[in-house]
């Protein structure tokens, strides 16, 4: 007589075993340290200190002050925060963490940059506000988008694509309304949305990166920036002219890059340039 082995049916991995969302101690203790900086920074007066360059026929003045060095300080600590927030995923594996690096770095720098351009008060209390709820939002989806495989892959891959441009259009904005020289203002665009480019398309590509597609999209812009710096145009028209150039570009290139028809290929980035040149028109 033989006995009968039953194998027990493997159990089912609970939400404790593989979280979909990160550890909330880290998440906050991550968040709260960067808000504190931002907040703590209008409170320290320290004085101004600018460097010239000087070329033949032209005096190039940069100046720096605390809130400049923070805003980079904060953007390395974002970046730091999202590696100890990622080791936590247990699909992480060996895996490195550099790709999520992109836009949580993005995020805490522009949020930096723009608070830098606003008067302590209603505005800047918004600001810090919307720039917390961003940074909580990138941070979860970075650590879902770590599973290719999960469900809710899709909406992280989206959301965290919306929010990149969006934190472009609200730096290009912040820019221009704060009214910088063109050499101060167009490196941090164009390396801010080399930034967003290179991140949207390595997610839309299921991890390839786009080096050269995001850096000839950083760059037209850039050279659609120096055109447009000179014309009288409102700060949110600036920025949706830029905005509506740079998302139709990177949607083509993606498009291109994944093999679509090439009748149909444009119909998306068609759209959206026309739509949000007609905002920028309408705004103007």
């Known amino acids: 007589m033989k006995a009968m082995i039953e194998t027990p049916a493997p159990a089912a991995l609970s939400s404790e075993e593989h979280p979909v969302f990160p550890d909330v101690n ?37 100046s720096f002050d ?3 060095l923070v805003a ?6 974002a970046a730091v925060g999202c590696e100890w927030l990622l080791r936590g995923h247990p699909r992480l594996g060996e895996g490195s963490t550099l790709p999520h690096w992109l836009v949580p770095m993005m995020t805490a720098w522009a949020i930096g940059v723009t608070l830098n351009t606003l008067e302590v008060g209603v505005e800047w209390w918004a600001m810090l506000a919307l720039g917390a709820l961003l940074l909580l939002l990138v941070f979860i989806a970075e650590y879902v988008v770590v599973d290719l495989s999960g469900a809710l892959f899709a909406p992280a891959m989206v959301g965290l694509t919306a929010v990149a441009f969006a ?27 080399f930034l967003v480019v290179l991140r949207a398309l390595y997610l839309r590509l299921g991890g390839r990166w786009a080096w ?15 055109g447009l710096h000179y014309l009288p145009l409102r700060p949110i028209a600036y920025g949706l002219i830029l905005l509506g150039t740079a998302y139709a ?3 083509a290139a993606g498009a291109w890059e994944e093999g679509r028809p090439k009748a149909i290929l444009w119909i998306e980035p068609a759209l959206m340039l ?8 309408w705004w103007s």
Do not use: C, H, K
């Not at 409170?43 to 000087?54: K, P």
């Not at 026309?274 to 028109?281: E, G, P, Q, R, S």
């Open 249 to 251: 570009l990177t949607s």
């Open 66 to 68: 605390l809130a400049t």
């Open 167 to 193: 934190l472009f259009l609200i730096l290009s904005i912040a820019m221009r309304a704060a009214e910088l020289r063109l050499y101060l203002q167009l490196p941090a665009m164009v390396l801010a949305l």
């Open 212 to 226: 050269g597609w995001a850096a000839g999209i950083a760059l037209f812009t850039g050279q659609m920036a120096m």
């Open 274 to 281: 026309t739509v949000l040149w007609a905002l920028a028109f």
């Open 26 to 62: 880290r998440l906050s203790v991550l968040t709260s340290t960067i808000l504190l900086a931002y907040a703590l920074t209008p409170l320290v007066d320290t004085q101004e200190r600018v460097w010239n360059l000087t070329l033949p026929g032209a005096v190039f003045s940069f």
């Open 72 to 77: 980079f300080a904060v953007a390395g600590l």
